[in-house]
């Protein structure tokens, strides 16, 4: 496993729109492995793949109860409304605002190419709302119903 360097704002490859995966092999399993560990290591709960430089539909979670791999994912259900405070690994030191579903079900596929469904609310939803978005070249300020100001942060540490 290796750490990949994190794309950063201003990079036209986070605006772009990823291509499925049509091959399920070492090298995917190899990103899948590399992404999780650059999205612990620089203290994250979700990495897409073009936040790695690389324009294909994988993202990895992970709110503490374990990395989940996801490919090719699409959402199957979405319900609710909920207001969240996002930052991301692209965006360092920004925190914006959002409205994200509540609920979501998930469809991908695993590392193998097995599919399989995930649903999640509240912050595990957020996160796979928030690295669905980068899967189709849109930040999480483009959805931000406002950023918060020093001020804000400083208050919420």
């Not at 650059?38 to 324009?55: C, N, S, Y």
């Not at 996002?86 to 695993?110: H, I, N």
Request: charged share 30%; aromatic share 6%; net charge negative.
């Amino acid at each position: 496993m290796a750490i990949r360097n994190i794309v950063k704002d201003g990079d036209e490859i986070l605006t772009k729109v990823c291509r499925p995966v049509e091959k399920f092999d070492s090298k995917l399993g190899m990103l899948l492995d590399d992404m999780a560990e650059t999205m612990h290591q620089a203290d994250g709960v979700g990495l897409a793949a073009p936040q790695v430089g690389i324009l294909r539909r994988v993202m990895v979670v992970d709110i503490g109860e374990g990395v989940i791999e996801f490919v090719n994912p699409v959402f199957v259900e979405q319900s609710g409304e909920q207001e969240c405070v996002e930052g991301c690994l692209s965006f360092p030191g920004e925190y914006g605002v959002t409205k994200r579903p509540y609920r979501v079900v998930v469809r991908a596929q695993d590392r193998n190419g097995e599919f399989f469904e995930l649903e999640s609310e509240g912050f595990r939803a957020d996160a796979c709302c928030h690295e669905m978005d980068h899967l189709d070249g849109v930040v999480f300020k483009q959805r931000a119903v406002r950023m918060l100001t020093k001020e804000e942060l400083e208050n919420m540490k």
